[in-house]
């Protein structure tokens, strides 16, 4: 049997990318560790631990 030690990350996806930064960096705190992305999309990292981490994809229509 397998033994987990974390999560390593969790993707979810976000319509509004400036207000999930502004939730998760500004008022939860967490550190915001890296970003990509083009016209299209974002995609941003937030470290939740050492070895884990948050990730949002922004996709127009995604859903709140």
Same mark, same amino acid.
Request: net charge neutral; proline share 3%.
């Given at each position: 049997?397998?033994?987990? /030690? &974390?999560?390593?990350?969790?993707? =979810?996806?976000?319509?509004?990318?400036? @207000?999930?930064?502004?939730?998760?960096?500004?008022?939860?705190?967490?550190?915001?560790?890296?970003? /990509? &992305?083009?016209?299209?999309?974002? =995609?941003?990292?937030?470290?939740?631990? @050492?070895?884990?981490?948050?990730?949002?994809?922004?996709?127009?229509?995604?859903?709140?």
């Amino acid at each position: 049997m397998a033994n987990y /030690t &974390g999560i390593n990350h969790l993707a =979810l996806v976000t319509s509004d990318m400036d @207000a999930t930064i502004r939730f998760w960096r500004d008022l939860i705190g967490l550190r915001l560790v890296g970003g /990509t &992305g083009r016209k299209s999309y974002r =995609l941003y990292f937030f470290e939740l631990s @050492a070895s884990d981490m948050i990730a949002f994809f922004e996709w127009p229509g995604g859903g709140p």
